[in-house]
């Protein structure tokens, strides 16, 4: 079993770090679905799956 990251233990930088991310992460994805139901390529897709897992994992918190 894993055991769960305090955030408060991380150094400041780091924290501002992941709110930034947390905040940026779904304009880009908004973005990019926009992008890839307009030129579908294979790259775009990826891109895509990548970026929902990481609005996910700010989302529910696994990073």
Known sequence: ???KI????LPPWVRQ???AS???IIPI???QAIRTII???TFDVLLLGILIFF???FHLEWL
């Open 1 to 3: 079993m894993r055991k």
């Open 6 to 9: 305090n955030s408060y233990s």
């Open 17 to 19: 770090i992941r709110h």
């Open 22 to 24: 947390a905040q940026v």
């Open 29 to 31: 994805t908004v973005f």
């Open 39 to 41: 030129f579908p390529t």
């Open 55 to 57: 609005a996910c994992a």
